[in-house]
């Protein structure tokens, strides 16, 4: 359990980092959004591709952590 919770804040924390970069850029909410999920699902599977399978196809709440990073601070941004 633990694990998972840190796993989540992990993707949020590196969707964020994407919105940032997405939001600095000038991009509209569709671009932030892609650029959050790539930023978030790029980062750690960067790191350990090797030894996992793709866990955000087999699980949609990591989707779900995404979106909803992105939908929040790009409305509390604008």
């Given at each position: 359990m633990l694990?998972?919770?840190?796993?989540?804040?992990?993707?949020?924390?590196f969707a964020l980092s994407g919105v940032v970069a997405?939001?600095?850029?000038?991009?509209?909410?569709?671009?932030?959004v892609v650029i959050a999920s790539g930023t978030s699902v790029g980062g750690?599977?960067?790191?350990c591709c090797a030894w996992y399978p793709v866990f955000w196809g087999q699980d949609a709440r990591y989707v779900y952590v995404i979106l909803a990073a992105a939908v929040i601070v790009t409305c509390c941004v604008s």
């Open positions: 694990l998972q919770v840190l796993d989540f804040t992990g993707f949020s924390v997405a939001g600095r850029a000038g991009l509209d909410r569709l671009g932030v750690p599977c960067a790191t």
